[in-house]
């Protein structure tokens, strides 16, 4: 919503994405370090339900905003880090 509602018109839009199996993974990682018993499956079921309602609701729905630059964060952090300091100093 940050760019596409709050902010429709900013100069620079970001938009970080990662399948939804991924995501499952850090979560369910994140989950284990801190000790929880958790489920992979359970965790990448609630996800895809997130997302699909998150897409669909009625006000602020998530989309990619116009002009957004469309982040792979499938990686590491320091390649999403490198990613977009690319089109930071692209600007310049």
Do not use: C, M
Not at 28 to 56: A, F, M
Not at 76 to 90: L, M, P
Request: charged share 35%; net charge positive; hydrophobic share 35%.
């Amino acid at each position: 919503d940050i760019g596409s509602v709050v902010f429709p018109n900013a100069d620079l839009k970001l938009f970080l994405t990662a399948s939804d199996h991924i995501r499952a993974k850090r979560r369910y990682k994140q989950l284990i370090d801190n000790g929880e018993k958790s489920i992979y499956l359970k965790i990448l079921e609630d996800i895809k339900l997130r997302d699909k309602k998150d897409k669909t609701r009625k006000n602020s729905p998530l989309v990619v905003p116009k002009g957004a630059k469309i982040i792979d964060n499938s990686l590491s952090f320091k390649n999403t880090i490198a990613q977009i300091t690319e089109i930071i100093e692209g600007i310049n």
